[in-house]
T-cell receptor, first 114, second 115 residues
Framework: DTAVSQTPKYLVTQMGNDKSIKCEQN?????MYWYKQDSKKFLKIMFS???????INETVPNRFSPKSPDKAHLNLHINSLELGDSAVYFC?????????????FGPGTRLTVT | AQSVTQLGSHVSVSEGALVLLRCNYS??????LFWYVQYPNQGLQLLLK??????LVKGINGFEAEFKKSETSFHLTKPSAHMSDAAEYFC?????????????FGKGTKLSVKP
């Protein structure tokens, strides 16, 4: 009965590869996010989707492409992986996306690019 | 643009001592403020949040925070630290004037608790 789940938990791959991280929430929330946490633990928003529509797209390289097949899923596809993409990626969801709403975070996916 | 500053990347206290983690924010609109905790190799868990109701907010695990507009601060406190409180703590502000909910995080404060 996990609220926000991510797969895989760990991902080790080589530079230049393409990989995807999946996120699912069973909370019935309308809004989902992707955050990146770097090696210094700094968390930064990457994308936000509300009801399958892109709301926020921060200054993220276009090698990163989120896809939301339905409002319960928000996947992150990364093309041509680079060393600097190594980080922990967190998915989160919230009921409506309005400021002030609690966000529920997944356990994270640790991506290591070699 | 909104921002969050957490003073002290690492705070160490003895078990039973007061915990004080500092957070200052910058916002041009009334902010929504949050404290999240991250235990090793885990995701983030909400401790408490301020959404313009009471200025003293009580959260889980005995933590509380006070919103002080005049000081633009939202410091996190706990009267008596437990070993299980050792974790990374993040202060965050909600961006936007009510239309967006993404969080702007501070750089985090690692709390160590000594026996």
């Amino acid at each position: 009965d996990t609220a926000v789940s991510q797969t895989p938990k760990y991902l080790v791959t080589q530079m230049g590869n393409d990989k995807s991280i999946k996120c699912e929430q069973n909370l019935g929330h309308d809004t989902m996010y992707w955050y990146k946490q770097d090696s210094k633990k700094f968390l930064k928003i990457m994308f936000s989707y509300n009801n399958k529509e892109l709301i926020i797209n921060e200054t993220v390289p276009n090698r990163f492409s989120p896809k939301s097949p339905d409002k319960a899923h928000l996947n992150l596809h990364i093309n041509s992986l680079e060393l600097g993409d190594s980080a922990v990626y967190f998915c989160a969801s919230t009921p409506s996306g309005l400021a002030g709403g609690q966000q529920y975070f997944g356990p994270g996916t640790r991506l290591t690019v070699t | 643009a909104q921002s969050v500053t957490q003073l002290g990347s690492h705070v160490s206290v003895s078990e039973g001592a007061l915990v004080l983690l500092r957070c200052n924010y910058s916002s041009s609109v009334p902010p929504y403020l949050f404290w999240y905790v991250q235990y090793p190799n885990q995701g983030l868990q909400l401790l408490l949040k301020y959404t313009s109701a009471a200025t003293l907010v009580k959260g889980i695990n005995g933590f509380e925070a006070e919103f002080k507009k005049s000081e633009t601060s939202f410091h996190l406190t706990k009267p008596s630290a437990h070993m299980s409180d050792a974790a990374e703590y993040f202060c965050a502000v909600s961006e936007g004037g009510g239309s967006q909910g993404n969080l702007i995080f501070g750089k985090g404060t690692k709390l160590s608790v000594k026996p």
